[in-house]
């Protein structure tokens, strides 16, 4: 079946340290890849996505690019904020009705 | 003017009580599904429906049954709940269930559901 594995946490930075979370996904096609964050207390957010190969999802200074030669989806942000501690979850799926297949989470922590 | 919204937001209640979970969309959504997030943070798929049609369900037991009245609304049944049950359940919307690639999915606020 479908899999995702990121790097697990927590991850701790310090404010303006540059960011990389890892993603890797298993699956028998080419999913759409996503990253959601999840702040304390509240639900899920969508940060960013792709859809197929070589495309590059981007908001709020995260980036993260369709690699199809190793389907990766790694997330990366030049220099993070305090307000960016959450946990960040990377998701895929293979469209239609199907469920996303998530990542266990990865735990971020900016300490001022 | 919230797009995926649930009831309650936490739920207390007794091991063997049956209790339900409401979520509602007005995105004009075709596709709803429920995700229980374990302790661990941990998400995983229960059931996905479209267009009032049970499309998923996963390994789920059934005490779990998910109920569909119109488009807009997918409600979660839970009977004999069991301590195993406590989690975050959140529901979630996407806009079709066709055409390439894979459409967002918007998840509501979630519930927080604890068993004694």
């Known amino acids: 079946g479908n899999s995702v594995t990121q790097m697990e946490g927590p991850v701790t930075l310090s404010e303006e340290a540059f960011l990389t979370i890892n993603c890797t996904y298993t699956a028998t096609g080419y999913p759409s890849l996503f990253w959601y964050v999840q702040y304390p207390g509240e639900g899920l957010q969508l940060l960013l996505k792709a859809t197929k190969a070589d495309d590059k999802g981007s908001n709020k200074g995260f980036e993260a690019t369709y690699r199809k030669e190793t389907t990766s989806f790694h997330l990366e942000k030049g220099s993070v904020q305090v307000s960016d501690s959450a946990v960040y979850f990377c998701?895929?799926?293979?469209?239609?009705?199907?469920?996303?297949?998530f990542g266990k989470g990865t735990h971020l922590i900016i300490q001022p | 003017d919230t797009a995926v919204s649930q009831t309650p937001k936490y739920l207390v209640t007794q091991m063997g009580n049956d209790k339900s979970i409401k979520c509602e969309q007005n995105l004009g959504h075709d596709t709803m599904y429920w995700y229980k997030q374990d302790s661990k943070k941990f998400l995983k798929i229960m059931f996905s429906y479209n267009n009032k049609e049970l499309i998923i369900n996963e390994t789920v037991p059934n005490r779990f049954s998910p109920k569909s009245p119109d488009k807009a609304h997918l409600n979660l049944h839970i009977n004999s709940l069991e301590l195993g049950d406590s989690a975050v359940y959140f529901c979630?919307?996407?806009?079709?269930?066709?055409?390439?690639?894979?459409?967002?999915?918007?998840f509501g606020p979630g519930t927080r559901l604890t068993v004694l």
């Open positions: 979630a919307s996407s806009l079709s269930t066709t055409g390439t690639g894979a459409d967002t999915q918007y």
């Open positions: 998701a895929g799926t293979g469209g239609g009705a199907d469920g996303l297949t």
